[in-house]
């Protein structure tokens, strides 16, 4: 039997995926750009079996047994296997390909979040059936057919997937453009708002607004190719203030188009509305102070939860406005309110204090994650890492 242990981490589009080319080889309208999350607070952790006494191929996805009918996961698997048959497998026959396989995959963070995890997941998924097989080279174009958004969170930092041209999608892969550091301690928080609404998914969503709006048309003929363009200028000359207008710009226009969709979908709640409007608010005083370096920027996937890319100079001061701004309802929720990186003492000027209390609406997000942009997935080896039995191939 061989067990393989993978972790893969989470990644925000700042330029968005939105719309597909082909629905099959799921290929996208236009390129897109995403920062990789650390491994350290949120990922998806799988781990794949492969063995001769194995009778069926079999699936558990955050501790329960499910089909493995979903074309997506047979499409991942068989592309690894016809890549791994190319090549001689390390010190065994061809028999390993006709082995059945386990897989056992779970999130350390709460669907709830409807934070990415079909990104982390599938990357995790291609990630560790590549280790199994012994397959080298691109795992991207493998992640996408997963889910397309997956193809980013197969490497660190700053990353791109490149739409492509070919009908077959072979040139349509993502690739790193720039590290972790690239913008020096950034943080991320997540803020989570208190919406159980019931929403359209991002592949319905997608498939209705490149069918019905007409805005669509415009953000793909005119729009986002520029703003690719100067996304790309932006990370090339570091200039921070650029990359949050251009950040703020993306995500705005993505659910302009989904608003223009028919009928609409609606992914932002009033909440969303409001995070983003503080944000709108905290960059006009540090523009007025001349501190470009210190804004912040929103970026809101289909859901409501904004995702803040803050400077880490001013990463506590914005969770203590958040904090004042959108203090949780009740005290059980207080003490895990700031869940992940733990912040430093929480203080606020007079003048972010009184923006706070203008603007305090207790009770809206549940609670908020304190991260960092980080590195690309990796192998787990420490002891109990397994999510299978190395020796019955079962569910630990
Ligand atoms: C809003 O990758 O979930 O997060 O390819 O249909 O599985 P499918 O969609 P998915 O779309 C994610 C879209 C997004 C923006 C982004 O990540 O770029």
């Not at 607070?41 to 799988?46: A, C, G, P, R, V």
């Not at 097989?133 to 490149?162: F, K, M, N, P, T």
């Not at 995702?307 to 203090?327: D, H, I, K, Q, Y």
Request: glycine letters at 6%.
């Amino acid at each position: 039997m061989r067990t393989v242990t993978c972790a893969a981490p989470v990644n925000i589009a700042v330029i968005k995926y939105w719309g597909k080319r082909d629905e099959r080889l799921i290929l996208p309208v236009n390129d897109s750009i995403s920062f990789t999350l650390s491994l350290d607070e949120m990922y998806s952790k799988t781990t794949v079996s492969i063995s001769p006494t194995f009778t069926e191929d079999k699936f558990w996805l955050n501790g329960k047994e499910e089909s493995l009918e979903n074309p997506r996961i047979q499409n991942c698997l068989k592309e690894i296997r016809r890549r791994a048959s190319k090549r001689k497998l390390e010190g065994s026959d061809e028999d390993v390909l006709n082995w059945h396989v386990h897989i056992c995959s779970a999130n350390n963070f709460p669907t709830a979040a409807g934070l990415a995890s079909s990104a982390a997941g599938y990357a995790c998924l291609v990630y560790a059936l590549g280790q199994v097989y012994g397959v080298e080279g691109d795992l991207s174009s493998i992640a996408r057919q997963g889910s397309g958004s997956a193809c980013r969170s197969v490497h660190g930092g700053l990353v791109r997937w490149y739409k492509g041209e070919m009908e077959d999608g072979t040139d349509s892969f993502a690739r790193p453009i720039a590290p972790a550091n690239h913008f020096p301690n950034l943080r991320v928080i997540i803020c989570v708002a208190n919406d159980g609404r019931k929403k359209t998914g991002s592949t319905e969503g997608m498939r209705r607004t490149v069918q019905t709006s007409r805005l669509m048309q415009y953000r793909i003929r005119e729009s986002v190719g520029l703003r690719i363009d100067s996304m790309m200028q932006a990370i090339k000359e570091k200039n921070w203030s650029a990359f949050c207008d251009l950040t703020i710009a993306d995500s705005n226009e993505m659910h302009a188009v989904c608003q223009d969709s028919f009928p609409p979908c609606i992914y932002m709640s009033d909440t969303s509305h409001a995070v983003a409007s503080l944000v709108h608010q905290y960059n006009e005083i540090q523009i007025s102070k001349g501190n470009l370096n210190n804004k912040v920027c929103y970026t809101f996937d289909a859901g409501p939860n904004a995702c803040l890319f803050v400077p880490g100079a001013v990463a506590n001061e914005m969770l203590s406005l958040l904090l004042r701004t959108f203090p949780p309802s009740s005290p059980p929720n207080a003490d895990n309110f700031i869940r992940g990186m733990k912040p430093q003492t929480l203080s606020l000027s007079k003048e972010l204090e009184s923006i706070a209390d203008e603007n305090a609406q207790s009770g809206r997000l549940k609670y908020l994650i304190h991260t960092k942009v980080g590195e690309g997935p990796r192998v787990l080896t420490e002891d109990g890492a397994h999510l299978l039995d190395p020796v019955s191939g079962l569910p630990t």
